[in-house]
């Protein structure tokens, strides 16, 4: 383990200073063992945190840094003011086309990148600011969902941002999955209501796994993952032993926390599917499954799962249950609500690095856009000369 590496907590004066004003100071974690120490003032702010999802939640940080954090580069900026910890910012250095950036904890396997504020202190959001100002060229968020704290901060930025296009989310609300589908058109009502009778017909009960059963119960989902996936494209990192390795710590220390479930699938005693959910402050989120793969052939899968996770996500009171990231024709055929997530990108400094940097970010993310432009093109004359055929076939020959 490295050596504690953290910075002296170093004085920070927002505006002007008066008798019996706040004192505020910031500090940067740069190790293991910093953001340990940090763990209980973390888990407050966390949970003073009402958006707040568990990719900001002490163990998954803790977690993630453990395993695919490299030494001395942590940057775990926090604000605090008179002693109490208001901001917490979880970055790590990276170099990218010779800039400095900061980059989120949790890399690409986080589906929200943001950061911590405490809602309640009118300071917060300038302290933090200003305590990030020399630490590095840029810091690039890729994964911020509307109503992030992060879009608090690029209100207030000193110098012009970058805001592009990422990933979309699919989302539902937080209700019986029989109350949801009440509301679908006709056609499509009956294709789902049919589908959820014959979960209930395979008499599918759940049971969600106590954190001592958390090592067995994430081995079967990711076994369960890479058959499900055997003959379709899978995320190559969740095949890795680091990966494995990571998620067994994030989820012991989530479900010791309350702050995930890990949840068993079982027809009789059969385990034919496992799923993690992640348990926000206000919504749950399907982060990853796996499942027998001759389960499709006798029921939706999809709807299985939802059955279970939306009933449990309204008994906790949870607003939302959220699919994540990927825009999957299947989530469609349950009518979510389509989130928009942005990559922003907020330069530090004014040197060429960065601008290099961001002018690189902007080219590449619209080149993107017109690949994915092409793509749907593609998809509708292809579905337009599919139903000219199916007409031409049913039709008079030709004249």
Request: hydrophobic content about 45%.
């Amino acid at each position: 383990m490295a050596a504690r590496e953290d910075a002296a907590p170093r004085a920070l004066v927002v505006g002007a200073r008066e008798a019996g004003a706040p004192v505020w100071t910031t500090r940067v974690t740069t190790d293991l063992a910093g953001l340990r120490d940090l763990r209980v003032d973390l888990d407050r702010l966390y949970r003073a945190d009402g958006r707040a999802m568990p990719f900001l939640a002490p163990g998954w940080l803790e977690a993630w840094w453990a395993v695919y954090g490299r030494r001395g580069r942590l940057r775990l900026v926090t604000v605090w003011e008179d002693g109490v910890l208001r901001a917490a910012a979880p970055f790590h250095e990276v170099r990218r086309l010779g800039a400095r950036v900061l980059a989120p904890v949790g890399g690409s396997l986080a589906d929200h990148t943001d950061v911590l504020l405490d809602g309640a202190s009118d300071g917060a959001v300038p302290a933090l600011v200003g305590a990030l100002r020399d630490l590095a060229d840029v810091v690039d968020l890729p994964e911020v969902p509307p109503g992030a704290n992060v879009r608090r901060l690029a209100e207030v930025w000193p110098r012009p941002l970058l805001a592009r296009p990422s990933s979309t989310t699919a989302q539902l609300p937080a209700r019986p999955v029989e109350e949801i589908v009440a509301g679908f058109p006709s056609r499509t009502r009956g294709h789902r209501r049919r589908e959820l009778r014959s979960v209930a017909a395979a008499a599918v009960h759940h049971r969600e796994l106590r954190p001592d059963e958390v090592g067995g119960g994430v081995a079967r989902l990711l076994a369960l993952h890479r058959e499900a996936w055997a003959h379709r494209t899978i995320t190559l990192e969740h095949t890795r032993p680091r990966f494995a390795d990571f998620l067994t710590r994030a989820t012991r220390a989530l479900v010791r926390s309350g702050d995930a479930a890990l949840v068993e699938h079982r027809v009789g005693d059969d385990v034919v599917a496992v799923e993690l959910v992640l348990l926000g402050r206000d919504a749950a989120g399907g982060y990853l499954y796996g499942h027998r793969p001759e389960l499709r052939d006798t029921l939706n899968v999809t709807a299985m799962l939802l059955a279970a996770d939306l009933s449990a996500a309204a008994d906790r009171g949870l607003a939302t249950f959220s699919m994540l990231r990927g825009g999957e024709a299947y989530k469609d055929h349950w009518h979510p609500q389509t989130v928009r997530h942005e990559r922003l990108v907020l330069p530090l400094r004014g040197t060429r690095r960065a601008a290099v940097y961001l002018h690189a970010v902007r080219a590449s993310s619209l080149a993107r856009e017109r690949l994915r432009e092409d793509a749907r093109c593609r998809a509708a004359v292809a579905r337009l000369r599919s139903a000219r055929r199916a007409v031409g076939g049913v039709g008079h020959g030709p004249r």
